[in-house]
Nanobody, 124 residues
Framework: QVQLVESGGGLVQAGDSLRLSCAASRTTFSSYTMAWFRQAPGKEREFVGGISWSGGRGYLTDSVKGRFTISRDNAKNTTYLQMNSLNPEDTAVYYC?????????????????WGQGTQVTVSS
């Protein structure tokens, strides 16, 4: 079992940056693959990026590649999503998710643990 809490969302203007954090409540954090999803109004939940328990270079979906960066600090039980050059299309509720194991999967159904979400709103 693991509990996840997202933070760092807010209201920003186009071109601004935000850094989202996902804090896990368990010391076994390194055993989990972490991922970020987002859900915009009227749209399905979308995979944004993920990172294996081993760290290294994370994987990002094409729509955010080059603008977003995913990372994790296992010692702090925290995963980060650095978002640069934000645009209105990035407006969504962003969710942190975790699954036990090293496989980096992109389906929401593959993740058993979820945070409550944090709102990111980007104005034009």
């Amino acid at each position: 079992q693991v509990q996840l809490v997202e933070s760092g969302g807010g209201l920003v203007q186009a071109g601004d940056s935000l850094r989202l954090s996902c804090a896990a409540s368990r010391t076994t954090f390194s055993s989990y693959t972490m991922a970020w999803f987002r859900q915009a109004p009227g749209k399905e939940r979308e995979f944004v990026g993920g990172i294996s328990w081993s760290g290294g270079r994370g994987y990002l979906t094409d729509s955010v590649k080059g603008r977003f960066t995913i990372s994790r600090d296992n010692a702090k039980n925290t995963t980060y999503l650095q978002m640069n050059s934000l645009n209105p299309e990035d407006t969504a509720v962003y969710y942190c998710a975790a699954r036990l194991g090293s496989a980096l999967l992109s389906g929401a159904r593959d993740y058993a643990y979820w945070g409550q979400g944090t709102q990111v709103t980007v104005s034009s």
